[in-house]
């Protein structure tokens, strides 16, 4: 899982809430209640404003998606955004490294971490089949009623 979305300023300019809320979709409450929550870090002005990169935009980007395209809860998502961060430590460790119980402990670590999404992922798919196996029932039960209908008029012309 890896945020791909699109980088928001190449030139690296840094964006104030009330930008980043606009481009992405989210109201400049929704971000600071992420921030609140440790799903985003982003930086300040010298007068205490939130000041946004391009990887925060695709942060927020990537968590709207998961929100509102998956529903994912926001609990989920950080679990989600804290693997992938610990992964990519977890990367960048593997190359500094030759020591091969660090790298057996590192290795380790990552498996458990893609572990956890899965058993995440899987949770979800479950209860989406769970949705989809409820709202099938409820089609079959309307269309015995239409059934139903159907037979009455027609008994009815008999």
């Given at each position: 899982m890896t945020v791909s979305a699109p980088t928001h300023d190449?030139?690296?300019r840094l964006l104030r809430i009330q930008e980043?809320?606009?481009d992405v979709g989210l109201t400049p409450r929704s971000i600071r209640y992420y921030e609140e929550l440790g799903l985003l870090k982003p930086g300040r002005s010298e007068g205490s404003y939130r000041l946004y990169d391009a990887d925060d935009v695709e942060r927020l980007r990537f968590i709207k998606g998961l929100r509102d395209d998956a529903g994912f809860s926001l609990a989920e998502i950080n679990q989600l955004l804290e693997d992938e961060v610990a992964r990519s430590r977890n990367r960048e460790r593997l190359k500094t490294t030759?020591?091969?119980l660090e790298r057996e402990a590192l290795f380790a670590d990552a498996i458990a971490r893609v572990d956890r999404q899965i058993a995440t992922l899987r949770d979800k798919a479950n209860r989406l089949e769970a949705m989809?196996?409820?709202?099938?029932g409820r089609r079959a039960h309307i269309e015995s009623h239409i059934g139903e209908l159907k037979a009455g008029k027609r008994g009815g012309r008999s």
């Open positions: 190449p030139d690296g980043v809320a606009a030759d020591d091969p989809i196996e409820e709202a099938q």
